[in-house]
């Protein structure tokens, strides 16, 4: 049996935790993505982290929060996300890179998602409801077409971020120069259905791709990887070593 110390050695190597294995290209990081397909910002858990794969000095080393990232590289992750892959804010509030592959994966949970906060509150379901009608529309557009300040967007988006019901895409106008962001539902940046599962058993699946993005992981902290609390339950690792799916290693998991 693999042992838990071969197993870190091999993280190591596969998520780039070591200084000769750093991302030197953009091309680089989106291979990386790809092999790995799904990367968080910056290292928060276990999942991989594109920042810490780029092993570069930090922008502001006397600053906390943003002079953290990295100094030249730090664009990477948003131009990963120009290149067409979805970043969510489904790892409970933070920003995650994935591929299509493990959007599939996400798919019945975020239009699970989509149907219970429409249901659940009307301010979520005015928004949704707008974007199904209006299609991806700008934050100025929505708080013009919604009537509402740019704190009372935010305060409905977010939560509507946080579970994947609607996703948001940043853009750049160059003249004159400002940042602002596209909002789609989930089933307008994802549009061909990937069903077939529940959301408890896609969440299963998520989690698999996970530990294998991670190559080795504590079992506690998977509940705290992504936003669907709802969707957990004390069973579900246990099903997935049952399967053969994780295997556990000394309070840690890895891919079966």
Do not use: N
């Not at 968080?40 to 810490?52: I, M, V, W």
């Not at 602002?180 to 990937?194: C, F, I, K, M, Y």
Request: hydrophobic share 40%.
């Amino acid at each position: 049996m693999t042992t838990l110390a071969e197993l870190e050695e091999r993280r190591a190597h596969e998520c780039r935790l070591r200084p000769d294995r750093a991302l030197e290209s953009l091309d680089d990081a989106e291979e990386f993505l790809c092999d790995r397909g799904l990367l968080t910002r910056t290292a928060d858990s276990f999942l991989p982290s594109l920042f810490e794969a780029c092993h570069e000095e930090p922008y502001a080393h006397e600053s906390p929060g943003f002079g953290q990232w990295p100094a030249t590289k730090f664009p990477w992750f948003g131009e990963l996300g120009a290149r067409g892959h979805l970043i969510l804010a489904v790892h409970r509030g933070k920003s995650l890179l994935v591929t299509e592959e493990t959007a599939d994966l996400l798919d019945p949970i975020c239009r699970a998602e989509l149907e219970r906060m429409e249901a659940e509150d009307e301010g979520w379901a005015r928004l949704l409801r707008h974007l199904a009608d209006a299609g991806p529309s700008e934050l100025d557009d929505l708080q013009t077409e919604l009537s509402l300040t740019p704190k009372e967007l935010k305060s409905l988006r977010s939560p509507l971020q946080r579970c994947g019901a609607i996703v948001a895409r940043s853009i750049v106008y160059e003249e004159p120069h400002r940042h602002t962001s596209v909002l789609l539902r989930w089933d307008q940046a994802h549009p061909e259905p990937a069903g077939g599962r529940e959301p408890r058993q896609a969440l299963g699946d998520l989690v698999c791709a996970g530990v294998r993005a991670a190559v080795v992981a504590p079992e506690r902290e998977l509940i705290r990887w992504f936003s669907w609390r709802w969707y957990w339950d004390d069973e579900l690792v246990d099903e997935l070593v049952q399967a053969g799916r994780l295997v556990r290693v000394d309070g840690h998991v890895t891919s079966g």
